[in-house]
T-cell receptor, first 114, second 112 residues
Framework: QQQVKQSPQSLIVQKGGISIINCAYE??????FPWYQQFPGKGPALLIA?????SEKKEGRFTISFNKSAKQFSLHIMDSQPGDSATYFC?????????????FGSGTQLTVLP | DTGVSQNPRHKITKRGQNVTFRCDPI?????LYWYRQTLGQGPEFLTY????????KSRLLSDRFSAERPKGSFSTLEIQRTEQGDSAMYLC??????????FGPGTRLTVT
């Protein structure tokens, strides 16, 4: 099964708060887990990504936590800002020949209140 | 801007017409992907090129859809005999490494 399940569907946080988005996958062949940010009318932009050999990766205010045994990973946005208001997608991919076909979650619409 | 570009950005067509979209990847990227995104959903993989070779196609890519990348640079996606269910955002992505895919702004297709 190629599905990636993402929650919550929508999230509202206050400025300065922590935003947490969760994803779960089923296919144990997945070995690359990126997060994308998408603003209305724009294409998805790569935010941060992780491989299963590490449990956490941090870039600025964005952190991915990865739990291989539970087949779950999450995005934490620290000190959330109104400019972070966007739709966030988790994704996963695994080797398929030389391709990296991304399977996306259904998205989380984040609203950060000023 | 040296990112992925897509043209046109918007296309409105009548049911039954053919449409063609173009994607220009980042210049040094040899891998190119097409995805389709419907409202409120994540992108779904359609097809993948490495250089000019089309290496993978999703079962979502019916026989009305065809994609080409003739010289290993830009790519086109054609939809023949469009249906209302084809209305979506068509996204192109490119990559140099096998992992990091960079997306263009998309072409929004509306079939009336």
């Amino acid at each position: 099964q190629q599905q990636v399940k993402q929650s919550p569907q929508s999230l509202i946080v206050q400025k300065g708060g922590i935003s947490i988005i969760n994803c779960a996958y089923e296919n144990t062949a997945f070995d690359y887990f990126p997060w994308y940010q998408q603003f209305p009318g724009k294409g998805p932009a790569l935010l941060i990504a992780i491989r299963p050999d590490v449990s956490e990766k941090k870039e600025g205010r964005f952190t991915i936590s990865f739990n291989k045994s539970a087949k779950q990973f999450s995005l934490h946005i620290m000190d959330s800002q109104p400019g972070d208001s966007a739709t966030y997608f988790c994704a996963a991919s695994g080797s398929s020949g030389s391709a990296r076909q991304l399977t996306f979650g259904s998205g989380t619409q984040l609203t950060v209140l000023p | 801007d040296t990112g992925v570009s897509q043209n046109p950005r918007h296309k409105i067509t009548k049911r039954g017409q053919n449409v063609t979209f173009r994607c220009d990847p980042i210049s040094e990227h040899n891998r190119l992907y097409w995805y389709r995104q419907t409202l409120g959903q994540g992108p779904e993989f359609l097809t993948y090129f490495q250089n000019e070779a089309q290496l993978e196609k999703s079962r979502l890519l019916s026989d009305r859809f065809s994609a080409e990348r003739p010289k290993g640079s830009f790519s086109t996606l054609e939809i023949q005999r469009t249906e209302q269910g084809d209305s979506a955002m068509y996204l192109c992505a490119s990559s140099f490494s096998v992992d990091e895919q960079y997306f263009g702004p998309g072409t929004r297709l509306t079939v009336t």
